[in-house]
C-alpha cells in the first residue's frame, strides 16, 4: 500500500509555475510553490502580503529565507505573457506543517520600508527641507544586507517646503519618523513593482513620494466595465460597487503663537460650495507651527483636502487583476455614472485593493495536501472574506482571483487622513514626558554662545555623532552628524528667566559645557526651552571646584560654590547662599576675577556680602551687612564686627541727585531723609546769629557797606537752607493722597551729616572744607579752633569779630567774659596796611608791657593822645601838650628849657553844612573828643 502523500508528491514534482496563476520567485528557488495569497495594498499604507507556499523540502532555512527579496506574479488576462509584479523582502517565514517530504511555508512580504519599522532612534535634523530628512533617512538603508533601496520624489514645487531649523526624531522607529513627515507636509507615498525573475533581485519596488494627483498613472485596463457577480466571467470587471458618504467639517482654522513675532498667526481655508451645515474645526497645532501665513495656509489647506478625500468613499469588488493604489480607471456599465456627460465623472483613483488569490492547482493536489496538512493559514483567511468573494461556499463557485478596492473621484486632490475612524491621530508627534537635562554647546574655544535675544544651542544626551556624550557616533550618511558638540548642535533655545520684560528683567545665560535643564512646550521634543541649570559631577570635601574637570563631549564639571564641609571654615551645616559669577577666562579653575551676593544664615550670626573681587579672595570692593566675617569661597573665618562695612582698594564715589542723608543713630518710624530735625536745628542757628548779628549792629561792629541783618548772605543761605530740608514731596504718579502719601524730601540736591551723639572728622593728613558763596560755623555752646601750626584767616571784604561779653548767669565762676587775644611766646600783630586801626572800648583800655617797653611809633605822621579836650601830640622830634586847663608836670627831677613860641594858621572851609564820618563822630563822642577828624 503506498504511503499517504506519495501521489501529491509526485504529482508536485510533475508541477511548474509556467502556466500557473501565481508564479512565487524566492531564493528557494523552483522548491517553493504558491498554494494561495492575500495582499493588501493602500496609498501612504506601504503594502502586505501573506503567501502559502508547498514545498518538497520540510527542511528549508527559514533564516535564510528572512530579508530576502521574492517576486510574486499574478498572470492577468492581457495574455499569457503578462504578469503582473508583486516584489518586496520577506519580513517572516513560518513552517505551518510537514508530512514526511511534504511541507507548507507562511511566507510575509513587505516593502524595503518595513525595515524602517524594526528599531527605535533619536536624532537631530537641522536646517533641512523635509525631503532632505528623508532621502538621509533612505540612504542609511542603502547596501544593507539584500536591501536596494528604490525612492522617487515627485513634488509640483519643492520651493514651497520650508528649511526646518529644528527636526527631531525621539524614540521612534525610521517608518513611524518618515511617515510623520510626510503627513505634516501633505505628501503621500505609493509603490510601483517591477518584475525580473532571472536577476538576483528578482525585481525591484519602488517608493513614490508625490503632493498631487499628476504623478497618478492610468491604470493597465484603463476602462473597467461594471459586471453582473460570477465565478468565470470574459473580462475581468468589477461586479460590487458601494458608495459611502460622511458628514465632516468643511472649515479648517489653525493658529499658533510666534515668540519670535509676539503674535499668534491664524489661517484658515474653507470650502466654498460645501453642501450642508458649516462645519468649522479649529486647531492649534503646537507653538510656532509654521514660519508663515503663507505655509500655515497651506497646512489648512491640506488638512481640507484630506477631509475632502474621505467625505465620499467608493467601495468596490471584482476581478480587475492590473487594480492597484496610485493608478486611476474608468468605470462604464454603471447605470448612476453612465449618467453623466463627461469621463471625468467616472475616472476613479484606487487608494486601497486588497487581493485574495488562488493559484490554478490541479484539484487532486489540492484535495491531497489539505488531507495531508489541513486547509493553510491564508486559506482560512480567504475562506473568511466570503464578503469578497460574491459567489457561494463551495470550492467550485470560488474564484482564483478576488479583490476588494477603495476609490475617489481622480479630479479630487487626495491627501492621506491625519485621524483614523475613532479620531485617533495617526502619525501623532512623539510627547515628552518631563524635562530632560543636556549641555549647553557652542563653538571651539568659546566660554558663552548666544544671540542677541539670550538664546543658547544645547546638545542632548541621547545625541549620537562625533562629540556625543556617549562617545556613539551616528551611522549618518554624507557627514550628517547628530551630535558635533559645537555650535551646529540644534537650534537656538530659549532661556527661562525669573522677570523678563521690554529692557528690564533678569539676565542670566549658561556656559558653554555647563548642564541645563531643559522642558519642552506642550511635550513637543521639537520645542525645547532650558529652564534651569545644574550642578554635576562631585565636588571636593573641604574645598572649592570638581572631582570631575570635564566629561565626555563639551560636559564640564560645575560643582557648588557653597556647600557643607567638615573641616576649618568649612566646618558649616551649608549656611551659605547667593549668587556668584566668574570671570570667562577661569570659569572652571576659578581662579581669576569674581563677583558675588553671599547670604550667610548662620544662626544668630547673620550676615550678607556683595563683593568684588579682583582675583581668589581679593576683595577690591564690599559691602558687608549683618554679623561681619572675613569669608574665603565657602569658609567662613574670623569676626570683624556686626553693622555695616563699606570698603574699596581704590575710588569711591557716593552721589545723590536729589540730596544726601548721613546719619547715626537710630529713630523709630525715621523718614528716608531727617529734613525737618535739622531745619529745626538750622533754625535755630539762624535765631541765634541773627540775634548776635543784631547786637552787633548796636555795638558798632558793622562793616562799612554791610547790608542789614535780613539781608546778611550767610543768614539768608542758612534760611534757604532749611527751608530745603524742610521739603515734602507726594509719590511720582502725581496722585496727591495728603499726608499719608507724601514723604520728606530735600528741596534742593543737599548734603546732611547728622549725629545725635556729634561727628568727628579725623584726619592724619589735610582737611579741607571749602564754599563758594558762604559758610556758617555755628554752635549753641562753645566752640574751639586749635592749631599746633599756624592758623590763617582771610577775608576780601573784611572781618568783624563781635562778642556779647554778658554773662547772665550769676552762678558762673568765671564772670569776666568779652574777647582775647594771647600769644603765648612771638609777637601778636594787629595791622591795617591801607586805613586807619581804632581801638574803641565802652571804659578803659590798657595796654601794658610786664617784661619790657611799650612803643608807639608813627615814623611818617605824628602820634596823637587826647582825653576831654586835652591832648599830648608827638611829630617832627617835637612835643606839644595842649589842655583847656592846667597842665602839670610831676617827676623826682624836673628840668624845663625857656619858653617857646609857635604860630598856627587854620584855614576855616567855606560855609556850609560840614559833613563828618558818621562812625568816627560816633567814637569821638563817647570818648568825650573835642575834635572830630572828617576823614
Partial sequence: MPKPGNAALASLIRFTQDTRLLALHTPAGPELLAECARGEEAISAGFRFRIDALSTDSHLSLRSLLGQPVLLQLLTAESRDSHRAFHGHVTAAELAGSDGGFARYLLTVEPWTAFMALGRDSRVFQDMDVIEILETIFRRYQGKARLDPAWRIEVADRAVYPRRSLTTQYQESDLAFVERLLHEEGLFHYFEHEGNPGSPSRGKHTMV???????????????????????????????????????????????????????TRPVNADEWNADGPPLRSRDMPGMYAYPSRVQGNRLAEIQLQALQARRVVHVCAGTVRTLMPGTTFTLRGHALFDRERDDEARTFLATRVVHLMHNNLPAELLGEVTDLLGPGPTARTLLADRELQAVGARKVERPLYRNCAEAILSSIPYRKSSKDDSGQSLHPRPTVQGQQTAIVVGPPGSLVHTDRDHRIKVQFHWQRGTVSHSRLEHPSPEGHTGAPGNDLAGTWVRVVAPVAGANWGASFIPRVG?????????????????????????????????????????????????????????????????????????????????????????????????????????????????????????????????????????????????????????????RQ?????????????????????????????????????????????????????????????????????????????????????????VSPANVILAAEQTGSLTAGGDVGVVAQGNMSVMAVAGISLFSYGKVDDKARPLQETGMKFHAASGRLSLQSQSAASRFVADKSISVASIAKSVTVRAPKKHV????????????????????????????????LGGPQKATSEVKLPQPGELKLCEMRAAGAASAGDGIVPVS
Fill in 864 to 895: 596823637l593822645l587826647t582825653a576831654q579836650g586835652a591832648c599830648i601830640r608827638l611829630e617832627g622830634g617835637n612835643i606839644e601838650v595842649h589842655a583847656p586847663g592846667k597842665v602839670e608836670f610831676k617827676a623826682g627831677k624836673k628840668e
Fill in 209 to 263: 513620494i508625490a503632493d498631487h494627483n499628476g504623478t497618478f498613472r492610468r491604470n493597465r485596463r484603463a476602462r473597467v466595465e461594471f459586471t453582473q457577480p460570477g465565478a468565470v466571467m470574459k473580462a475581468d470587471s468589477i461586479d460590487r460597487w458601494r458608495t459611502e458618504a460622511r458628514m465632516l467639517a468643511n472649515a479648517i482654522d489653525l493658529d499658533t503663537w510666534d515668540y519670535r513675532a509676539a503674535q
Fill in 673 to 761: 531723609q531727617l529734613g525737618s530735625a535739622a531745619s529745626g536745628q538750622i533754625e535755630q542757628c539762624c535765631q541765634l546769629q541773627d540775634d548776635l548779628a543784631e547786637r552787633a549792629r548796636g555795638h558798632q561792629a558793622v562793616l562799612s557797606g554791610e547790608p542789614s541783618r535780613d539781608a546778611l548772605p550767610a543768614l539768608a543761605a542758612m534760611r534757604q537752607t532749611a527751608k530745603a530740608l524742610a521739603g515734602t514731596a507726594a509719590g511720582r504718579s502725581g496722585s496727591d493722597g495728603g499726608d499719608a502719601c507724601r514723604a520728606t524730601a530735600y528741596g534742593e540736591a543737599l548734603l546732611q551729616v547728622w549725629s545725635p551723639a556729634g561727628i568727628v572728622a
Fill in 514 to 670: 555647563q548642564e541645563v535643564l531643559v522642558d519642552f512646550l506642550d511635550g513637543d521634543i521639537d520645542r525645547p526651552v532650558a529652564i534651569a541649570s545644574l550642578y554635576n559631577g562631585r565636588g571636593q570635601t573641604d574645598a572649592q571646584h570638581n572631582q570631575v574637570h570635564c566629561g565626555a563631549g563639551p560636559a564640564t564639571g560645575n560643582a557648588p560654590p557653597w556647600f557643607a564641609g567638615e573641616e576649618g571654615g568649612h566646618a558649616h551645616p551649608a549656611v551659605l547662599s547667593g549668587f556668584k559669577s566668574q570671570a570667562m577666562g577661569a570659569s572652571q579653575l576659578g581662579t581669576d576675577a569674581y563677583s558675588q551676593l553671599v547670604f550667610d544664615d548662620s544662626p544668630g550670626q547673620s550676615g550678607l556680602g556683595l563683593q568684588r573681587h579682583q582675583r581668589a579672595h581679593d576683595g577690591m570692593a564690599e559691602l558687608n551687612l549683618g554679623y561681619l566675617r572675613h569669608r574665603a569661597d565657602n569658609q567662613r573665618l574670623a569676626t570683624v564686627g556686626a553693622g555695616a562695612e563699606l570698603k574699596t582698594a581704590h575710588a569711591a564715589a557716593l552721589r545723590a541727585g536729589d540730596g544726601l542723608l548721613l546719619a547715626a543713630g537710630i529713630q523709630d518710624g525715621a
